[in-house]
């Protein structure tokens, strides 16, 4: 499965650093991903090829090129094949995160726009689909976390499985009470994968988040306040250690998926 669906709010389908005036979708290649490889796809067509079926949506962090976007989606789906992970069919989004690392607020208001985006892509998705699982990547985690959070519980229901891999979103934000916190309940399961290894996490997130430590680097805090369907999965001093960029590589974080397939009864924290 390298063609899948792709909704895109970058300006001409493409662009890294400019929000289209509306969303589009285009059946891309991920193997080659060129325009000239891509067809548009009417949102109706959409509805029609992910009814009843367990749909995964995959949703990409900051600074990244098209290109590395789709090389990324094609190794999850690798992964998710090759692990026998069940879903039926993947929608990747892809936002204006921008290709440039001095680009990092723009980037991020840029997120917070589009979390009204994302929940109508999602919205539409659950008429149709029967389950839908979110794998979210770096600042793809804060723009998931917004769009939940804009979501009644009966719009949410079919939302089955939230993966929240080296999250740059503040580590308090998801503890009981606090601003997401009402986001990841909504889900059936949410599980964070942090790594104390991840080096962009560690130096650069604090940076931009007035000295905040990420959640994708020390999990949620305060530990005894995690929200109730939560699993934090500890990824850190694996004899390779997993940084930021190598969660869509690392065959491991796809056996744990494959082994804990949910729902999480009761929060907990747990070793990969």
Request: glycine share 6%; with cysteine.
């Amino acid at each position: 499965m390298s063609v899948i669906p792709v909704v895109s709010s970058r300006k001409h389908f493409y662009k890294a650093g400019k929000i289209s005036k509306r969303d589009r979708i285009r059946l891309v290649d991920l193997s080659d991903p060129r325009p000239a490889n891509s067809l548009p796809v009417q949102s109706d067509l959409l509805l029609d090829q992910v009814r009843d079926k367990h749909v995964v949506v995959l949703v990409h962090g900051y600074n990244c090129t098209f290109s590395n976007v789709c090389d990324a989606y094609l190794r999850i789906i690798d992964q998710l094949r090759e692990k026998q992970i069940p879903f039926d069919e993947v929608v990747g989004y892809v936002w204006p995160g921008g290709d440039r690392a001095i680009s990092y607020w723009t980037a991020r208001n840029r997120a917070k726009q589009l979390s009204v985006r994302i929940k109508d892509m999602l919205d539409t998705l659950a008429l149709s689909a029967s389950a839908i699982d979110i794998v979210a990547h770096s600042m793809g985690c804060f723009l998931s976390l917004a769009t939940l959070s804009k979501m009644g519980q009966v719009d949410s229901k079919k939302i089955r499985n939230l993966y929240l891999m080296a999250a740059a979103v503040k580590n308090y934000k998801v503890s009981e009470g606090r601003h997401f916190s009402n986001a990841a309940v909504k889900c059936n399961s949410t599980f964070v994968f942090k790594s104390q290894d991840d080096t962009v996490l560690r130096y650069a997130f604090p940076v931009g988040a007035g000295g905040c430590d990420a959640l994708g680097y020390t999990g949620p805090v305060p530990f005894d306040s995690l929200v109730p369907n939560s699993l934090v999965v500890d990824c850190s001093h694996q004899g390779d250690p997993i940084d930021h960029g190598s969660y869509s590589r690392r065959s491991e974080i796809y056996d744990f998926i494959s082994r804990n397939p949910g729902p999480v009864l009761s929060p907990g924290v747990t070793r990969l």
